[in-house]
Nanobody
Framework: QVQLAESGGGSVQAGDSLRLSCAASGGSFNDYVMAWFRQTPGKEREFVAA????????SYTDSVKGRFIVSRDNAKNMAYLQMTGLKSEDTAVYSCAAKGGVRATLDAVYEYWGQGIQVTVSS
């Protein structure tokens, strides 16, 4: 069983940067793909980014390419989402998720989830 806990959210102005962290416990961290999803009220959860267990491969949704970077530190059992050039449309609850196997953009295939953390971007 893997437990995930996000931190680093908050309220910022458009154009600012923010780094989200996801602390993992339980399981063998580097066996898991780590991903970030986000959700706003009334909308379905949206894939943001994913990183392979080794950290060598990443994927992003188009709207964040060039602005967000997903990374991980397997020695610390941590995953990160560095967000720059934030826009009001990035406002959402962000959740980290973990799964075995290969990267995926579908939330239903992720086995473990954090509780989510609010990111609010004001224009």
């Amino acid at each position: 069983q893997v437990q995930l806990a996000e931190s680093g959210g908050g309220s910022v102005q458009a154009g600012d940067s923010l780094r989200l962290s996801c602390a993992a416990s339980g399981g063998s961290f580097n066996d898991y793909v780590m991903a970030w999803f986000r959700q706003t009220p009334g909308k379905e959860r949206e894939f943001v980014a994913a990183i392979s267990g080794s950290g060598r491969s990443t994927s992003y949704t188009d709207s964040v390419k060039g602005r967000f970077i997903v990374s991980r530190d397997n020695a610390k059992n941590m995953a990160y989402l560095q967000m720059t050039g934030l826009k009001s449309e990035d406002t959402a609850v962000y959740s980290c998720a973990a799964k075995g196997g290969v990267r995926a953009t579908l939330d239903a295939v992720y086995e473990y989830w954090g509780q989510g953390i609010q990111v609010t971007v004001s224009s």
